[in-house]
């Protein structure tokens, strides 16, 4: 499967940005998908993840009132849209699908992995 992310770019703190995540190669509908993070410096962390039909989310305390995971099966494309960003949002941004029967937000149960998208946001 490939996961291809774009969205990313340079924004001022208070601004928002949508990435967006394609998916091909797999029956997109199958899988739950996560988006995940990493700063400069520091081990990758979850962000938010997202059941097979869109009804379940979940969220990192830290982003949570802030983004919001989307997916549309019909275009398999997963979003995340992000709002009043602050410079601690910084980092390289990935979408990951997960096969595992149950939505997780551990890292190592995701499958299938994004080249990232790198999002800055200034203060």
């Known amino acids: 499967v490939q996961l291809q992310a774009s969205g990313g770019g340079l924004v001022q703190a208070g601004g928002s940005l949508r990435l967006s995540c394609a998916a091909s190669g797999r029956t997109f509908s199958n899988d739950h998908m996560g988006w995940f993070r990493q700063a400069p410096g520091k081990e990758r962390e979850f962000v938010a993840a997202i059941s097979r039909s869109g009804e379940r989310t979940y969220y990192a305390d830290s982003v949570k009132g802030r983004f919001t995971i989307s997916r549309d099966n019909t275009k398999n494309t997963v979003y995340l849209q992000m709002n009043s960003l602050k410079p601690e949002d910084t980092g390289v941004y990935y979408c990951?699908?997960?096969?595992?029967?149950?939505?997780?937000?551990?890292?190592?149960?995701?499958?299938?992995w994004g080249q990232g998208t790198l999002v800055t946001v200034s203060s």
């Open positions: 990951a699908a997960s096969t595992t029967p149950i939505m997780t937000t551990l890292s190592r149960r995701y499958d299938y």
